[in-house]
Nanobody, 117 residues
Framework: QVQVVESGGGLVQPGGSLRLSCEVS????????MGWYRQAPGKQREPVAN????????YYEDPVKGRFTISKDNDKNMVYLQMDSLKPEDTAVYYC??????????WGKGTLVTVSS
């Protein structure tokens, strides 16, 4: 089994920065991809960015390209999402996700990010 726990959400002003952290534990050898999703009020959950566990190859959705950076620290079993130049439309619950080699998704409970003045 794999456990996923997010942290680091909060309230930030437009243009500000925030870093989310995600600890992935358990059967890590079965995990091939880790990523962040978000769900804004009244909207469906959408992907934000992901990173391969071994090679560190990254991918970003268009709305966050150039503003968000995903990274990992395999020694600490951590995945991070550095969010810069935040906009009100980035307000959402952010979820960390770990994808196994047989395409099973493991989710955290989410952390709320609110961008508001």
């Amino acid at each position: 089994q794999v456990q996923v726990v997010e942290s680091g959400g909060g309230l930030v002003q437009p243009g500000g920065s925030l870093r989310l952290s995600c600890e992935v534990s358990g059967r890590l050898l079965i995990i091939r991809l880790m990523g962040w999703y978000r769900q804004a009020p009244g909207k469906q959950r959408e992907p934000v960015a992901n990173i391969t566990r071994m090679s560190g190859t990254t991918y970003y959705e268009d709305p966050v390209k150039g503003r968000f950076t995903i990274s990992k620290d395999n020694d600490k079993n951590m995945v991070y999402l550095q969010m810069d130049s935040l906009k009100p439309e980035d307000t959402a619950v952010y979820y960390c996700n770990a994808l196994s080699v047989d395409d099973v998704k493991f989710w955290g409970k989410g952390t709320l990010v609110t961008v508001s003045s």
